[in-house]
């Protein structure tokens, strides 16, 4: 016996081709993070990874995963501009990573990748990228914004340069780019990272390219 579950709407964060051409597809929604076996068929919505889609899902007695049915993808004003896309992508597979084996998934993190998806085109997506990944360290309580080197524990007087998940250190300890304090600051305390400059922003995202 199937049934029927109401329309969603939900980011693709994840997707790996079994038999044939049929897919394992893994959605975040507002409220789940579902997996969901996409059928293969002469009639189907396209699927990869970053696409905002319209699905359904739908239960089966006799499959412990539902199915993935009647899906539209939703398109970005930008998703033909491959520069966009492939830095999207990168992004959005951190998710997965982070959110996969998660009890409960609540709405803030649809909501973060839904207004990140919006601002993208509009300034550089990699600022774009950072200044959401400081509200998600935020809203998991791991946004250290305390001047002491994480890994000697000594006040920061001097550089600071940043680890993964954000970590303050001194530039010694790391020997990694230096990044400038005042601009970290507005950053952590504002979520704007408008006093960085591009170097900058480049080097924290090769930080964030490590995991969320």
């Known amino acids: 016996m ?17 038999k044939d051409e049929d897919l394992v597809v893994t959605i975040l ?29 739908e239960s089966s007695a006799k499959s412990t995963i539902s ?8 398109g970005f004003s930008w998703i033909n501009d491959y520069k966009l896309l492939r830095l999207w992508q990168n992004y959005i597979s951190l998710f ?7 009890y409960e998934v609540d709405e803030f993190y649809f909501n973060l990748i839904n207004d990140a998806s919006q601002n993208w ?27 002491e080197c994480f890994l000697c524990h000594e006040p920061i007087n001097g550089g600071i340069a940043l680890i993964r998940a954000y970590l303050p250190t001194h530039k010694e300890c790391t020997h990694t780019l230096e990044v400038n304090k005042d601009a ?6 504002n979520k704007s990272s408008i006093f960085l400059n591009d170097k900058e922003i480049d080097k924290l995202w090769y930080v964030l390219l490590e995991g969320l």
Do not use: C
Request: charge should be positive; charged fraction near 35%.
């Open 67 to 74: 199915r993935l049915r009647d899906v539209i993808h939703i």
């Open 121 to 147: 085109a509009k300034q550089n997506p990699k600022r774009v990228a950072i200044e959401s990944y400081i509200k998600l360290l935020e809203h998991e309580g791991r946004l250290h914004t305390e001047m």
């Open 96 to 102: 997965y990573k982070h959110l996969k084996d998660a």
């Open 2 to 18: 199937r049934e029927k579950e109401a329309d969603m709407q939900g980011f693709v964060l994840n997707h790996n081709k079994v």
């Open 184 to 189: 970290l600051k507005e950053l952590f305390k």
């Open 29 to 57: 929604s507002k409220n789940n993070l579902d997996t969901l076996y996409r059928f293969y068929g002469a009639r189907h919505g396209v699927i990869n990874l970053g696409f905002k889609i319209d699905f359904e899902k």
